[in-house]
Nanobody, 120 residues
Framework: QVQLVESGGGLVQPGGSLRLSCAAS????????MGWYRQAPGKQRELVAA???????NYADSVKGRFTISRDNAKNTVYLQMNSLKPEDTAVYYC??????????????WGQGTQVTVSS
């Protein structure tokens, strides 16, 4: 099994910054991609940003230029630096990792979610 543990959420004023972290552990052979999703009340979960093991990134249009995703492959950890936060960024943020276990099985694991609230 693969477990993801997120940290770094909280309450921040509009225009502020937060940094989310997500560490993967367990029976990991390799991780293809890691990403951040978010879900606001009454809305569907949406992709925020993703990064491959090679460093290719993908961002939602709504966060381009404000959020930066990065990854430490040696630590199986992904980060999301969020700057110029807006009230509409308020949501529960979930980490996702996809890869192969040491038992040669594909996996797609989710973290427990961390709340980000942007409010004055």
């Amino acid at each position: 099994q693969v477990q993801l543990v997120e940290s770094g959420g909280g309450l921040v004023q509009p225009g502020g910054s937060l940094r989310l972290s997500c560490a993967a552990s367990g029976s990991i052979f390799s991780i293809y991609a890691m990403g951040w999703y978010r879900q606001a009340p009454g809305k569907q979960r949406e992709l925020v940003a993703a990064i491959t093991s090679g460093g290719s990134t993908n961002y939602a249009d709504s966060v381009k230029g404000r959020f930066t995703i990065s990854r430490d492959n040696a630590k199986n950890t992904v980060y999301l630096q969020m700057n110029s936060l807006k009230p509409e960024d308020t949501a529960v943020y979930y980490c996702n990792a996809r890869g192969v276990t040491t038992e040669e099985a594909d996996f797609s694991s989710w973290g427990q979610g961390t709340q980000v609230t942007v409010s004055s």
